[in-house]
């Protein structure tokens, strides 16, 4: 029972370059979600999806990329890496995406933009 | 924007003792819920009230919801070593996405 998780756990990266961060759960939720946690700013909604090949942006998504051609993977790309976004990446996945629903997090990414 | 503004940001009490965080928001919601990050993990989800709901119980947590203040508070009864961790209230207002506030950071003393 995997649950929903991520890969790579660290990544370090330079300026400028592409650099994808998967996302896989195994509960067939509908929803899934991405964030990013930096210090003093708590947890940010980058983008989210409410089915296979449905997303919509959150807070933050400039410089950010999402697909869903699968229910089960929702892979987030920074198209040009920056240092701005050095952060800790999670992904959420929820069975209903009203929110009135708990939703269930990842280990998260720590990435590094140098 | 952040919609919860947890209050206070940092806690540190001895073990045994009863640990309360508040949490503000500023537009109409349809719930809250209270996560918890244990350090350089995901969040896990705790407890979830509804708008029409003014108080609720799970195991040694109990949350309120004042809707006409805009707040909430989470207390933590006997706590213990391994409640230490990151507290988040995130609210949900009909647009299927949770807003998250920056956290209360409790530690508690064996």
């Known amino acids: 029972d995997a649950g929903i998780t991520q890969s790579p756990r660290y990544k370090i990266t330079e300026t400028g370059r592409q650099v994808t961060l998967m996302c896989h759960q195994t509960?067939?939720?509908?929803?899934m979600f991405w964030y990013r946690q930096d210090l003093g700013h708590g947890l940010r909604l980058i983008y989210y999806s409410a089915a296979a090949d449905i997303t919509d942006k959150g807070e933050v998504p400039d410089g950010y990329v999402v697909s869903r051609s699968k229910t089960e993977n929702f892979p987030l790309t920074l198209e040009s890496a920056t240092r701005s976004q050095t952060s800790v990446y999670f992904c959420?996945?929820?069975?209903?995406?009203?929110?009135?629903?708990?939703?269930?997090f990842g280990p998260g990414t720590r990435l590094t933009v140098t | 924007s952040q919609q919860g503004e947890e209050d206070p940001q940092a806690l540190s009490i001895q073990e045994g003792e009863n640990a309360t965080m508040n949490c503000s928001y500023k537009?109409?919601?349809?719930?809250l819920q209270w996560y918890r990050q244990n350090s350089g993990r995901g969040l896990v989800h705790l407890i979830l009230?509804?708008?029409?709901?003014r108080e609720k119980h799970s195991g040694r947590l109990r949350v309120t919801l004042d809707t006409s203040k805009k707040s909430s508070s989470l207390l933590i009864t006997a706590s213990r070593a391994a409640d230490t961790a990151s507290y988040f209230c995130a609210t949900e207002s009909g647009n299927n996405r949770l807003a998250f506030g920056k956290g209360n950071q409790v530690v508690v003393i064996p």
């Open positions: 959420a996945s929820s069975q209903v995406g009203t929110g009135a629903y708990e939703q269930y």
């Open positions: 009230i509804r708008s029409n709901e």
């Open positions: 509960w067939s939720h509908s929803y």
């Open positions: 537009t109409s919601i349809n719930n």
